[in-house]
């Protein structure tokens, strides 16, 4: 139906943007679009149309505002918090490798003294 629509209203301006009639054409074309556009079924396509077009309006400003206020929190939270929220969750995961290493590193501070004491002997 649109389709058929778009087909009509592009002739109708190809006719009149092309035509050599004159001024009487155009005026009669004029009227006959301003007499379809007023009658009753016409404005009532109008009606509901802009009434859908208001309603997705409201909820993508709604969609927006949501989507807004999300992102000034997270960018405005301070980062103590997220900071302390993160390991305390992945606190058990860490500890082990935390104690390989300072097992690690007393195994070669316990070379290192060795060989520190045999350099002095």
Known sequence: MRGKVGFVLGAALGYVLGTRAGRARYEQIKRGAIAVWETPL???GVTTV????????????AAASRAAKSAF???TQPRAEAAAVKPAATKSATQP????RSKGEQSETGQKQA???????
């Open 42 to 44: 016409v404005q009532q």
């Open 50 to 61: 802009k009434d859908s077009v208001d309603d997705r309006v409201q909820a993508a400003k």
């Open 73 to 75: 929190v997270a960018a």
């Open 115 to 121: 060989s520190a004491e045999e350099t002095t002997a």
């Open 97 to 100: 490798a935390a104690t390989e």
